[in-house]
């Protein structure tokens, strides 16, 4: 336990095909000081029942930790950054050929209104599907080209290398997620795999006024486990035991959540941790969040080893990843609450 109360995690595991270590760290707001972590040597066979074990106290508490040597190449994550920097450097009006429509969930937007307000986020943000199907037709390179035009095949083809990338580290942590829950670590992996997941670019220019606005509200990402990689700039801000604590960025370093659809795969066991990001005068903040979620046709129902113990009870109705979305962008703003506002939406309508 570190000064705040907050267990420090470091240890290496080995799943199939990587070797991760994972960091659990806060940083308590006002203070700035870094912690040391506590590194752990552990035998193979060690390995996975300690990590587990970690990860499980980190996603009953808060739905949180950081994760290291992740096996995704630097160079990637690099020019991943590089190419988002350039994308929304790039003049209003050729960024608006991938403007989002009113209802669509894919494409540029902007909250931009000249004035401000704590409910307004203080950003842009390029949004688009990314599908891990191997039969899917579609892809974040064609999506690219087909909105932007020929000149951005290679913006899209580095965008679907990166998505790729943290789709299969995803899967990776749904192995360890699983062996965490005691229910065997092929069991969520194979869950979410072909996921059609979400890859969001985060830009928060300097905000003269920071203090009066935010880059992006409280809320618990709807979706199922986040994948976050932020740069240099620190924003992003967790909310652990009624107090804010912000994550310093990390080059070599993943941001993991929990979000609502993996807590309702856990029958609530695991909490989608509440989070947002801080705006500053200085500098550009930019982050790429990869949302890994279920197939569409896949029902989010948890494993009945973690229903069927005793006094144990179904937190959440069954539900498909899209309907969940549909709820989210017509019915309902992502915030603290989601899950059960949904819940009860799915129950109203049952009835
Ligand atoms: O920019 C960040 O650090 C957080 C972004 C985030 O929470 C989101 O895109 O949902």
Not at 127 to 143: H, I, L, M, P
């Amino acid at each position: 336990m570190n000064g705040l109360g907050f267990s420090l995690l470091s240890l290496s595991l080995s799943l199939s095909t990587f070797l991760i270590k994972l960091t659990s760290s806060f940083h308590s707001l006002p203070q700035s000081t870094s912690h040391p972590s506590l590194s752990l040597s552990l035998s193979q066979k060690s390995k996975n029942t300690e990590a587990a074990w970690r990860v499980n106290d980190a996603c009953r508490k808060h739905g949180f930790f950081l994760v290291v040597n992740h096996g995704v190449d630097p160079r990637l994550i690099k020019k991943a950054h590089e190419s988002v920097d350039s994308f929304f450097r790039m003049q209003l009006s050729t960024k608006q050929r991938a403007q989002r429509k009113p209802g669509e969930h894919w494409g540029y937007a902007s909250s931009f209104t000249g004035r401000f307000s704590s409910k307004l986020p203080w950003k842009e943000t390029l949004s688009f599907r990314y599908s891990a199907d191997g039969q899917s037709s579609e892809s974040v390179e064609k999506y690219f080209s087909n909105v932007m035009g020929e000149d951005f095949r290679e913006f899209g083809e580095t965008c679907q290398e990166y998505c790729e990338a943290t789709s299969n580290l995803s899967l990776g942590i749904m192995e360890l997620l699983g062996t965490s829950l005691g229910v065997g670590r092929s069991h969520f992996r194979e869950f979410f795999e072909g996921n059609d997941s979400i890859m969001r670019l985060n830009y928060y220019p300097p905000c003269q006024k920071p203090d009066q606005t935010l880059g992006t509200g409280p809320h618990c990402d709807p979706t199922s486990l986040t994948i976050l990689h932020q740069d240099e700039v620190s924003g992003l801000q967790v909310f652990v035991d009624g107090k804010w604590y912000s994550v310093s960025p990390n080059p070599d370093t993943f941001v993991v959540n929990i979000g609502d659809t993996f807590m309702a795969l856990s029958n609530g066991i695991y909490k989608s941790c509440l989070h947002r990001a801080v705006v500053n005068d200085q500098a550009v903040r930019k982050s790429l969040a990869f949302f890994l979620c279920p197939r569409r046709d896949k029902v989010v129902t948890p494993p009945s080893q973690l229903v069927d113990r005793q006094d144990s009870r179904r937190i959440y109705p069954d539900f498909t990843w899209p309907t969940f979305l549909e709820f989210t962008q017509k019915h309902y703003r992502a915030d603290t609450k989601t899950l059960d506002a949904f819940s009860d939406w799915l129950r109203e309508r049952s009835n």
